[in-house]
């Protein structure tokens, strides 16, 4: 069960099924879209309502200034799920911001023979708030949210302490919680799941690559010949908002056309792939530094253009990045991180991750130039690490 099949959360999402296809099992994706086909919609003017509101805010409201919540009430018939879910050995939950309220999720474990919740970003652990990045109120219940409208925070205070009670005497005995790293862990720790006794685990799940091994080598050795010329990033930010670190990416940008200097020896190319195209990308170039502007591309295309880069930029606040910086690891691109989710494990296990504590444009265009300056054949060591296609 998720969201969406688009985005970074939709391609690990097919990932996982291909994963499981290739183990020879049966599967099936249901999205929010797929409920919606098959009538699954409460018959209440509320849900209509929700629904109104919802599209009209995602239509014409600024997303730059999107916060996003996941409903705070059932939208969908309980027994069209239970009599859906009941068929499968397995659930899957992963990313349900929009689509699945908490209440409908303990339904889900109640009603199934296992389920396996993935915690991609930190709406798992705030009640519906998926916008957090520096607030700890989830704590108390997410006390005085700073983000939600009073009217609403009122709803979701309501539902937090009703979810809560239903958690303390709830069986999760076929349930598994999988987080990124031990930070997410003890955050959920800490959140209103304090009280079930669930199993919570961190993993990072593997990559399948598209194109074939044969061709990604040779991209691999094309690129590190050209190492010592050039320095190829790719950015990827495609929606314009502080959780997906927009804001830090712009401060990026200036702060390394500052400091790449028009008589540098190594050129600098950077590919930024995102949604907004209102931004002239062009006023952060120089001589030496390069832009190269691309919308949403198809995952074949995303790892041709990942295998052809050195260096991949994570600017997120809050998501885990299960299908981008698995991606990369698989593709042996170095990574700049933020100390958020998949990067912390990856760090443990490869020299071509670099972790930053902090949310800094000015440390981020800092490791680039220690990278831009490294000699080929130490870039190529650290990036001829041994592949583990397993579960971590």
């Not at 199934?112 to 519906?128: A, H, L, Q, W």
């Not at 190269?292 to 998501?319: G, P, T």
């Amino acid at each position: 069960l998720t969201t969406t099949t688009k985005g970074g959360a939709g391609y690990f999402t097919e990932n996982l099924v291909r994963y499981l296809d290739n183990s020879g099992h049966e599967n099936k994706i249901l999205t929010f879209n797929d409920f919606l086909k098959k009538g699954f919609l409460k018959k209440k003017v509320s849900v209509l309502f929700f629904l109104l509101k919802s599209f009209f805010i995602l239509k014409f409201r600024k997303k730059k200034n999107r916060k996003v919540f996941s409903p705070v009430y059932s939208l969908w018939s309980s027994s069209k799920i239970k009599k859906i879910i009941f068929n499968y050995d397995l659930v899957l939950i992963q990313r349900f911001s929009n689509f699945l309220s908490f209440q409908e999720i303990i339904q889900i474990i109640q009603n199934s023979k296992k389920v396996i919740i993935v915690g991609i970003d930190e709406g798992m652990f705030t009640p519906y708030c998926t916008y957090t990045f520096n607030c700890n109120k989830y704590t108390k219940s997410c006390e005085k949210c700073p983000i939600a409208p009073k009217i609403k925070f009122k709803r979701i205070t309501h539902d937090f302490q009703k979810i809560a009670n239903i958690i303390k005497d709830a069986n999760f005995s076929n349930t598994e919680i999988i987080v990124a790293n031990d930070f997410e862990k003890n955050k959920l720790q800490k959140s209103f799941w304090r009280n079930a006794k669930i199993k919570i685990s961190t993993m990072i799940f593997p990559y399948l690559t598209v194109n074939s091994n044969n061709y990604l080598n040779s991209l691999f050795n094309e690129k590190i010949n050209i190492f010592d010329k050039k320095l190829i990033i790719t950015i990827s930010a495609l929606y314009p908002t502080k959780r997906k670190g927009f804001d830090i990416m712009l401060k990026y940008l200036k702060n390394l056309n500052n400091l790449i200097l028009e008589d540098n020896r190594k050129k600098i190319e950077v590919n930024i792939i995102t949604r907004e195209d209102s931004i002239d990308f062009e006023k952060f170039s120089n001589k030496n530094l390069k832009f190269n502007y691309h919308n949403i591309l198809d995952k074949k295309a995303f790892e041709i253009m990942l295998a052809k880069s050195h260096l991949f930029l994570s600017f997120s606040r809050a998501d885990s990045g299960p299908f981008t910086l698995n991606m990369c690891y698989y593709l042996k691109t170095f990574i700049l991180s933020f100390r958020v989710g998949v990067a912390t494990e990856l760090e443990k296990k490869t020299k071509s991750i670099r972790v930053i504590n902090d949310f800094s444009s000015e440390n981020m265009a800092k490791q680039t130039l220690k990278i831009m300056n490294e000699s080929t054949q130490n870039i190529k060591n650290i990036l001829s690490y041994k592949i583990e296609n397993l579960w971590i």
